[in-house]
């Protein structure tokens, strides 16, 4: 059974930084997961994929709201997969999940896409 714990989040004025972390234990990937992924949830909205990498480290997907400011990377040594997380605003104000699962390369990562998941890290940003 693989489990996944998010850490780093916490409080930042807009435009700080935060690092993310998701250490990964129990679980060496299967036939049923090609990436790893961040999603965030805020209060009253649906949860959405923010970032994915796939297995092999090179291909990624950002969300449009995330593209340029937001960099997922992993350590294989660590068993750690990371979210670098820049130029904050208020609205990435959210709970940031860290999850393993499996989606085609070039569509949308939705939440039924992946079936292992940490139990979450705030992040909140302050104008």
């Known amino acids: 059974q693989g489990q996944l714990v998010e850490s780093g989040g916490g409080s930042v004025q807009a435009g700080g930084s935060l690092r993310l972390s998701c250490a990964v234990s129990?679980?060496?990937?299967?036939?049923?997961?090609?990436?790893m992924g961040w999603f965030r949830q805020a209060p009253g909205k649906e949860r959405e994929g923010v970032a994915v990498l796939y297995t092999g480290g090179r291909t990624t997907y950002y969300a449009d709201s995330v593209k340029g400011r937001f960099t997922i990377s992993q350590d294989n040594a660590k068993n750690t997969v990371y979210l670098q997380m820049n130029s904050l605003k208020p609205e990435d104000t959210a709970m940031y999940y860290c999850a393993a699962g499996w989606v085609s390369q070039g569509a949308t990562p939705e939440p039924r896409d992946f079936h292992y998941w940490g139990q979450g890290t705030q992040v909140t940003v302050s104008s």
């Open positions: 129990g679980y060496t990937g299967s036939s049923t997961s090609n990436c």
